[in-house]
């Protein structure tokens, strides 16, 4: 994730020095915004190709495990 991370920002400066597209994008909020709704876009068929299989079971996990339902909340609002 470390490894990603500084390769995102890495190349979302590289696309921010890039003439006249840091007036059409506007702030770095809005970059960022794109850049996730990008790579959501991106990494859907990817897990609807691998995991949309277990996809059931894991809302049966998560819905009796409150440990889970608590980490997996925490963990959401903190990274």
């Known amino acids: 994730a470390n490894l990603m991370a500084a390769f995102r920002a890495n190349e979302n400066k590289r696309l921010m020095d890039t003439p006249g597209l840091k ?45 889970l339902q608590g980490n997996l909340i925490t963990s959401g609002l903190f990274f």
């Open 23 to 67: 007036d059409r994008i506007g702030t770095v909020g809005n970059q960022f915004a794109l850049t996730m709704i990008l790579s959501t876009f991106v990494m859907l068929p990817i897990w609807l190709l691998t995991e949309a299989s277990k996809w059931g079971q894991f809302v049966d996990t998560f819905k009796a495990s409150k440990i």
